[in-house]
């Protein structure tokens, strides 16, 4: 056999057995890859959440687990076996509800772009939840550059899990509260300046939208110490939604997500901990303004504030009660400041 083909060969093998790790997740409706599917075990741990082309590692599935929730766009898609995701490929029905239209109230030219929304944020902590926040808040943009100016949180809700120690040698045992941050949205309106040398960038057109992912790591081959912490593998992935075959604008915005990876231990510990950070904004109205005085509350971890059920609209993305199915009494919401 030739050089050339032995080659050709190798490389087939190689991608064949890549392939043979990863399973993807496919729309039943569409055929088309679904990304940021959450894959809960029976405990309530997130064991995946599939990349753009849809894929999970199938090595993050364990049989003893039996039994696996599937989450997608904050809504339960079902139950499902180790048999049955222990596939290439697996089809799931994600038409659960309609995308949600974004209200345009204002189109004449002005100096700040007010875009409101739901958001909910979350930390895991080994893969269980350690932490959840979910609320309304309106970004306030400067029009000529499209660089987000402020976070105005309006109402929120807060919980934790009970059991936090604190202890400052075991970081197995923290509560991250201080993790529970708001999407930066950062370039959502210049979403070239994410091509950088150390980023990667990819796009995915679904029957209904496009959608961008951006994905960059830093630490991979050597961790950082300080005051006898240790910090490792850190990584980024932003998802960010756009209205189908747009100009991908501030006004064309549906959606974005944040994840954030990091692992880390005091130096007593024997192994890292890993902390994982999902962020998501969910654009309800867009208005143009000449003021960037809008309604707000200060953020405190230890408090919620909010004096309406917005949770209980239908469109909100409400993961708190998919969390409490798992953890039931032990998720505690902080006290409503109204």
Same mark, same amino acid.
């Given at each position: 056999?030739?050089?050339?083909?032995?080659?050709?060969?190798?490389?087939?093998?190689?991608?064949?057995?890549?392939?043979?790790?990863?399973?993807?997740?496919?729309?039943?409706?569409?055929?088309?890859?679904?990304? /940021?599917?959450?894959?809960?075990?029976?405990?309530?741990?997130?064991?995946?959440?599939?990349? +753009?082309?849809? /894929?999970? #590692? !199938?090595?993050?599935?364990?049989?003893?687990?039996?039994?696996? &929730?599937?989450?997608?766009?904050?809504?339960?898609?079902?139950?499902?076996?180790?048999?049955?995701?222990?596939?290439?490929?697996?089809?799931?029905?994600? !038409?659960?509800?309609?995308?949600?239209?974004?209200? =345009? @109230?204002?189109?004449?030219?002005?100096?700040?772009?007010?875009?409101?929304?739901?958001?909910?944020?979350?930390?895991?902590?080994?893969? /269980?939840?350690?932490?959840?926040?979910?609320? +309304?808040?309106?970004?306030?943009? #400067?029009? @000529?550059?499209?660089?987000?100016?402020?976070?105005?949180?309006?109402?929120?809700?807060?919980? !934790?899990?009970?059991?936090?120690?604190?202890?400052?040698?075991?970081?197995?045992?923290?509560?991250?509260?201080?993790?529970?941050?708001?999407?930066?949205?950062? %370039?959502?309106?210049?979403?070239?300046?994410?091509?950088?040398?150390?980023?990667?960038?990819?796009?995915?057109?679904?029957?209904?939208?496009?959608?961008?992912? =951006?994905?960059?790591?830093?630490? &991979?081959?050597?961790?950082?110490?300080?005051?006898?912490?240790?910090?490792?593998?850190?990584?980024?992935?932003?998802?960010?939604?756009?209205?189908?075959?747009?100009?991908?604008?501030?006004?064309?915005?549906?959606? %974005?997500?944040?994840?954030?990876?990091?692992?880390?231990?005091?130096? %007593?510990?024997?192994?890292?901990?890993?902390?994982?950070?999902? @962020?998501?904004?969910?654009?309800?109205?867009?208005?143009?303004?000449?003021?960037?005085?809008?309604?707000?509350?200060?953020?405190?971890?230890?408090?919620?504030?909010?004096?309406?059920?917005?949770?209980?609209?239908?469109?909100?993305?409400?993961?708190?009660?998919?969390?409490?199915?798992?953890?039931?009494?032990?998720?505690?919401?902080?006290?409503?400041?109204?």
């Amino acid at each position: 056999m030739k050089k050339d083909q032995l080659l050709s060969l190798l490389f087939v093998l190689l991608l064949n057995l890549f392939n043979a790790q990863t399973t993807t997740f496919l729309s039943e409706k569409t055929s088309q890859p679904l990304p /940021k599917v959450s894959v809960f075990g029976k405990d309530g741990s997130i064991i995946a959440y599939s990349d +753009i082309d849809g /894929k999970i #590692d !199938r090595k993050l599935l364990s049989p003893s687990q039996e039994k696996f &929730q599937l989450v997608y766009d904050n809504l339960l898609l079902g139950t499902l076996s180790y048999s049955d995701l222990d596939k290439d490929v697996v089809k799931l029905n994600d !038409r659960v509800k309609d995308i949600e239209a974004v209200v =345009i @109230k204002n189109t004449k030219p002005a100096k700040y772009v007010l875009i409101k929304g739901n958001f909910n944020a979350y930390v895991t902590l080994n893969n /269980k939840l350690n932490c959840y926040i979910d609320g +309304i808040v309106t970004y306030v943009f #400067d029009n @000529k550059t499209k660089k987000a100016k402020s976070a105005n949180i309006e109402q929120y809700r807060i919980f !934790r899990l009970e059991g936090a120690k604190n202890e400052k040698k075991e970081m197995g045992s923290w509560d991250y509260t201080f993790f529970l941050q708001l999407p930066k949205l950062k %370039s959502v309106g210049n979403i070239e300046e994410y091509n950088q040398k150390n980023t990667r960038v990819k796009e995915l057109k679904s029957a209904s939208k496009d959608e961008i992912e =951006i994905t960059g790591e830093s630490l &991979q081959e050597k961790e950082f110490a300080l005051f006898g912490y240790r910090f490792f593998d850190v990584k980024g992935i932003i998802n960010i939604s756009y209205e189908k075959d747009s100009k991908k604008t501030l006004r064309d915005l549906l959606e %974005s997500n944040e994840i954030a990876f990091i692992k880390l231990k005091h130096k %007593s510990e024997p192994d890292y901990n890993q902390v994982i950070i999902y @962020k998501n904004f969910y654009p309800t109205e867009i208005d143009f303004s000449d003021s960037n005085d809008v309604t707000k509350v200060k953020y405190d971890v230890n408090a919620s504030q909010y004096k309406t059920n917005y949770w209980q609209n239908a469109s909100f993305p409400n993961m708190q009660t998919i969390f409490s199915s798992f953890f039931k009494e032990d998720l505690k919401e902080k006290e409503n400041k109204k």
